[in-house]
């Protein structure tokens, strides 16, 4: 069985289980499901709330995941969960609300980071920690340090964020490395980045030593290609049009004030290197796109705007980036994918900068192992 396989459903009365059966006599729990919620709490997949045998009761907001999930997931899901919070004017610093998340499974370093953040999480396999202060409950079980529901089918595509992280690693390093090397630099799991090897393999792309040796060489070109024939700027990423009626230099000039994360993409990464007609669109890549509109004061466009921004299809965009005149631009890797998969001239200009990447390949691709 698959991990999609299992409902949200199963997992909520798995959840009324495994508590229920653990918690003193005399207890009670009521479970509701996202479905027969209040609007001011749609923003929980389930509520269980427990009652002791004294009339002492506790909310706890489940978040269920169909999907486990991976300890670098963790900390962009506790901000979006704090975020919720925040909204609705309650605090898990202050014991004001209660998480609970259950999954099909949760590896250590994921549950141990949970922990650390003061949620509870229960998965599939056993492994549980539930805690609350009023009424005092600590719930611990051990299930299992592997994932039983993962299977291993062979990768078919490089769509999704982490085929994406893995050949920027490919794309922007220089070969020779070990898989635990290029695991380190790109925050991607082993198993993930041999997926992708073994795929690209079978394309003829990369070249190991060994089945599971160093990967001895990438031809970037045809992986670049390949990529990009599963990823596709305009259908992965979160954009949005606006205006800045004084032109695309004011919004630049602004750019190298900014306090918050961005790389530029598109044409204007691109004429650095392979000069074009310049556009009349500049791409930014944001990480908070409620701080930018503010800061650039731009305005919401439907037709006829100059600057299109918004948030990536993943953080790997903001690394290896360049700065030049105090402007920070994505990898060129990362700008040709966009160029290549956009509209307009964006294609050609892609091809031209394709060009120049083969003819100063020493000047950006990064030798893993830097000097001391």
């Given at each position: 069985?698959?991990?999609?396989?299992?409902?949200?459903?199963?997992?909520?009365?798995?959840?009324?289980?495994?508590?229920?059966?653990?918690?003193?006599?005399?207890?009670?729990?009521?479970?509701?499901?996202?479905?027969?919620?209040?609007?001011?709490?749609?923003?929980?997949?389930?509520?269980?709330?427990?009652?002791?045998?004294?009339?002492?009761?506790?909310?706890?907001?489940?978040?269920?995941?169909?999907?486990?999930?991976?300890?670098?997931?963790?900390?962009?899901?506790?901000?979006?969960?704090?975020?919720?919070?925040?909204?609705?004017?309650?605090?898990?610093?202050?014991?004001?609300?209660?998480?609970?998340?259950?999954?099909?499974?949760?590896?250590?370093?994921?549950?141990?980071?949970?922990?650390?953040?003061?949620?509870?999480?229960?998965?599939?396999?056993?492994?549980?920690?539930f805690a609350l202060r009023k009424p005092a409950v600590f719930i611990e079980a051990q299930g299992s340090?592997?994932?039983?529901?993962?299977?291993?089918?062979?990768?078919?595509?490089?769509?999704?964020?982490?085929?994406?992280?893995?050949?920027?690693?490919?794309?922007?390093?220089?070969?020779?490395?070990?898989?635990?090397?290029?695991?380190?630099?790109?925050?991607?799991?082993?198993?993930?980045?041999?997926?992708?090897?073994?795929?690209?393999?079978?394309?003829?792309?990369?070249?190991?030593?060994?089945?599971?040796?160093?990967?001895?060489?990438?031809?970037?070109?045809?992986?670049?290609?390949?990529?990009?024939?599963?990823?596709?700027?305009?259908?992965?990423?979160?954009?949005?049009?606006?205006?800045?009626?004084?032109?695309?230099?004011?919004?630049?000039?602004?750019?190298?004030?900014?306090?918050?994360?961005?790389?530029?993409?598109?044409?204007?990464?691109?004429?650095?290197?392979?000069?074009?007609?310049?556009?009349?669109?500049?791409?930014?890549?944001?990480?908070?796109?409620?701080?930018?509109?503010?800061?650039?004061?731009?305005?919401?466009?439907?037709?006829?705007?100059?600057?299109?921004?918004?948030?990536?299809?993943?953080?790997?965009?903001?690394?290896?980036?360049?700065?030049?005149?105090?402007?920070?631009?994505?990898?060129?890797?990362?700008?040709?994918?966009?160029?290549?998969?956009?509209?307009?001239?964006?294609?050609?200009?892609?091809?031209?900068?394709?060009?120049?990447?083969?003819?100063?390949?020493?000047?950006?691709?990064?030798?893993?192992?830097?000097?001391?």
């Amino acid at each position: 069985m698959r991990n999609n396989d299992i409902s949200e459903t199963q997992m909520l009365k798995t959840v009324k289980e495994e508590l229920g059966r653990r918690l003193p006599p005399g207890w009670l729990l009521s479970l509701k499901e996202q479905v027969s919620l209040p609007p001011s709490k749609k923003y929980a997949d389930g509520i269980l709330e427990i009652t002791t045998s004294d009339g002492i009761s506790a909310t706890v907001l489940i978040e269920a995941k169909q999907n486990y999930l991976e300890a670098r997931d963790i900390f962009r899901q506790v901000r979006t969960w704090r975020n919720a919070l925040m909204n609705k004017g309650l605090s898990l610093a202050n014991d004001e609300a209660n998480i609970l998340i259950v999954t099909p499974y949760l590896g250590q370093t994921a549950r141990d980071e949970l922990a650390k953040e003061g949620i509870s999480y229960l998965d599939l396999t056993g492994n549980i920690r539930f805690a609350l202060r009023k009424p005092a409950v600590f719930i611990e079980a051990q299930g299992s340090n592997k994932n039983p529901l993962r299977e291993y089918v062979p990768l078919k595509s490089l769509k999704g964020r982490g085929a994406g992280r893995v050949v920027r690693g490919l794309l922007d390093y220089r070969q020779p490395f070990g898989i635990r090397r290029l695991s380190s630099e790109t925050q991607t799991s082993a198993a993930s980045i041999s997926r992708v090897i073994d795929l690209l393999e079978r394309d003829a792309i990369v070249n190991r030593e060994s089945p599971r040796g160093q990967i001895l060489s990438v031809n970037w070109e045809q992986l670049l290609r390949r990529w990009t024939r599963d990823y596709n700027f305009i259908e992965v990423n979160k954009m949005r049009t606006y205006l800045e009626p004084r032109g695309i230099p004011e919004t630049l000039s602004k750019l190298t004030k900014a306090n918050f994360k961005y790389a530029i993409t598109g044409s204007f990464a691109a004429v650095r290197y392979a000069p074009v007609t310049q556009s009349r669109l500049l791409t930014v890549y944001i990480d908070y796109p409620e701080a930018a509109e503010e800061q650039l004061q731009l305005r919401n466009a439907e037709t006829g705007g100059n600057i299109l921004l918004g948030r990536p299809f993943d953080p790997v965009v903001f690394e290896r980036t360049e700065t030049s005149d105090q402007l920070t631009y994505a990898r060129v890797s990362q700008v040709a994918a966009d160029l290549l998969t956009g509209v307009g001239r964006n294609p050609a200009e892609g091809e031209a900068l394709i060009a120049w990447m083969k003819e100063n390949e020493e000047k950006w691709r990064i030798p893993l192992i830097r000097p001391t």
